[in-house]
């Protein structure tokens, strides 16, 4: 199985700007994985090579703003709808006409705007941890005090920034190099992605959401203020085609992944073989 790292450009009102991806496996059942909040691409990476060894051709991508990506410090960049345009635009980069989305978090609220924005890009859903109206206040209550102090108090950000840059990733466990990856941000930027984010739009209306066709996988976790499980349920009720998987905590996809990654897997295998029975039917009635 390659692995292989690529880039792409996007225009956006603070000019062009740097998008890092990496890509595993190959052919044409593609893949997309999103990141959360601040958090590197590698937090996918796990789930990417296990989708890849299914024979999927995976694609983590760094959103603006975050990993390895160009960080502007411009809030006006930063939105779910921005995101969602820029995993577009990798689609159109890489020459797929179509791929399974898949996000956690803030990702998973990406993914379902991309199903918003270009339907027809989006051959199924995987959505772990969507933020949803039940997440607002908490969101706002841990990010905007860290935005506020990045903003006003740089000096320690940077510090956190320097710091996490000082530890060579290969010392320590994976997970912690995915936390050193994700806290790596200079005080402009962290504030400006946070202040665009939280101010901006999160996610789309219900209206827009009741209107995705495409089938979706839901992944809610049990007592988390973040991702409460009422938004997952309240998401499931909105969709025509879902399926919702319950992990038994906030830790079981990434200390004990085995089942969540199975229905990962099988789902997004599922999307791609319903496709091309599509296909071959059509091809038959011509």
Not at 32 to 43: D, K, N, S
Not at 74 to 84: K, N, Q, W
Not at 98 to 113: D, H, K, M, R, Y
Not at 235 to 248: F, M
Request: net charge neutral.
């Amino acid at each position: 199985m390659s692995e292989r790292i690529g880039q792409l450009f996007v225009e956006s009102d603070g000019g062009r700007d740097r998008l890092e991806y990496t890509e595993y496996g190959s052919g044409g059942d593609w893949v997309v994985l999103l990141p959360g909040l601040l958090m590197p691409r590698r937090m996918q990476q796990p789930l990417a090579r296990a989708m890849a060894a299914q024979g999927l051709h995976v694609v983590t991508l760094d959103l603006l703003g975050h990993g390895r990506s160009d960080q502007p410090a411009d809030p006006l960049v930063y939105s779910t709808s921005s995101f969602g345009e820029q995993v577009v635009a990798l689609l159109d980069h890489l020459g797929a006409d179509q791929a399974v989305i898949g996000g956690t978090s803030l990702g998973a609220n990406v993914a379902l705007e991309v199903a918003v924005v270009a339907p027809e890009r989006v051959r199924g859903l995987v959505v772990e941890m969507p933020v949803l109206d039940n997440a607002l206040v908490a969101g706002v209550l841990a990010f905007v005090p860290i935005m506020l102090a990045a903003r006003y108090v740089p000096v320690v950000a940077d510090t956190v920034q320097r710091t996490a840059r000082s530890v060579p990733r290969g010392l320590v466990p994976f997970w912690a190099g995915v936390l050193l990856d994700t806290v790596d941000h200079r005080a402009d930027s962290l504030a400006s992605v946070l202040h665009g984010v939280v101010f901006g739009r999160i996610a789309p209306s219900s209206s827009q959401r009741r209107r995705i066709a495409a089938p979706v996988l839901v992944v809610g976790h049990p007592v988390d203020p973040f991702h409460p499980f009422v938004d997952v349920d309240m998401l499931a009720a909105e969709l025509p085609d879902v399926r919702v998987e319950r992990a038994s905590s906030v830790l079981e996809w990434r200390l004990r992944p085995e089942r969540l990654t199975a229905a990962a897997s099988d789902f997004a295998v599922a999307c791609w073989q319903d496709a091309t029975t599509t296909r071959r039917a059509r091809l038959r009635k011509r």
